[in-house]
C-alpha cells in the first residue's frame, strides 16, 4: 500500500495551505513515499475524500494508506508530536 494524501492546489485558506505543506514537509523529511491527490482538479475526488474519510465536510489535507483512513492534519499532528507517525500512517516496520 502507498500513502495518499488528499490536498488541493486552490485555496483562499491559509490554514488549508500551512497544514498541507507542514504535512509534506514532515513526509519528505522523513523519507516517507507518499501520492498527492489534488481534490481541486476534479469534483468527483472531492466527494472520493469526503466519503473514503466517513466525513461529509472533510477538508484537505486527508491521508490514507491506501483506502484505508489514516486521519487528518490535527491527528496528523498529535501522532508527530506522540512520535506515533509510522503507527498512524499504517506502515509495517
Known amino acids: 500500500m502507498s500513502i495518499k494524501l488528499y490536498c488541493t492546489s486552490v485555496t483562499c485558506s ?29 469534483n468527483s475526488l472531492r466527494e472520493e475524500m469526503r466519503t473514503k474519510s466517513g466525513d461529509p465536510k472533510a477538508t484537505p489535507p486527508q491521508i490514507f494508506n491506501g ?11 498529535d501522532a508527530v508530536e506522540g512520535d506515533a507517525l509510522n503507527e498512524f500512517l499504517k506502515l509495517r516496520s
Open 14 to 42: 491559509r490554514e488549508i495551505k500551512a497544514h498541507q505543506s507542514d504535512v509534506t514537509r514532515i513526509l519528505d523529511g522523513k523519507c516517507i513515499k507518499y501520492e498527492m491527490v489534488d481534490i481541486s482538479q476534479d
Open 67 to 77: 483506502d484505508e483512513y489514516c486521519g487528518d492534519y490535527e491527528q496528523f499532528r
